[in-house]
């Protein structure tokens, strides 16, 4: 079972086994991730991923990790490391994982939850239009989320999701 996926830079050839993760696009950019997965066991291998690299997050309650590059948003079984899905062409820039295990996706100006699969992806109602949202992090199930209101941007917030409600509540001006 994978425990550990990170962003690194591209390693020194023979150094890790390496898994492609590619997908026949003619929308690919000839841009690469190199992440680094370490089992259980302690067995470390490299997957090579389309694209530039962004995020990774790993749901211990799904047992599912989700790896986010300019090029793809891929969903990868936590045991083996093998692909269930993924979304070409994404448009996010933020990712994490609740504490019930959900993926959180933003772009700038939306947030959404990914609970059963990409392509049913729910979006999470803000109380404000925002812009240049950025996730900060988990504090008693809730995520603090920093960003500018959209068409205001001198107004920066501070806001909360509240994972079991799935509601966002604005704490602060910044």
Not at 56 to 84: C, F, H, M, P
Not at 107 to 118: A, L, Q, W
Request: glycine share 4%; proline share 3%; net charge negative.
């Amino acid at each position: 079972m994978i425990e550990i996926c990170e962003i690194i830079s591209q390693p020194y050839s023979g150094e890790y086994d390496e898994v492609l993760y590619d997908n026949e696009n003619p929308w690919n950019s000839s841009n690469w991730s190199y992440i680094k997965f370490i089992d259980s066991e302690f067995k470390e291998w490299c997957g090579v991923f389309r694209g530039f690299p962004k995020k990774t997050a790993i749901s211990r309650i799904r047992k599912e990790i989700i790896i986010l590059t300019s090029d793809y948003l891929w969903k990868l079984n936590q045991e083996d490391g093998k692909v269930i899905e993924f979304e070409d062409q994404p448009h996010y820039k933020e990712l994490t994982v609740s504490p019930n295990g959900d993926f959180i996706i933003a772009d700038y100006y939306n947030i959404s939850r990914i609970s059963d699969s990409i392509e049913n992806k729910i979006e999470i109602k803000s109380p404000i239009q925002m812009d240049m949202i950025e996730f900060r992090e988990w504090h008693d199930g809730k995520l603090s989320i920093k960003c500018d209101e959209f068409a205001n941007w001198d107004n920066h917030l501070e806001l909360e999701l509240e994972n079991k409600t799935w509601k966002i509540e604005v704490k602060n001006a910044i």
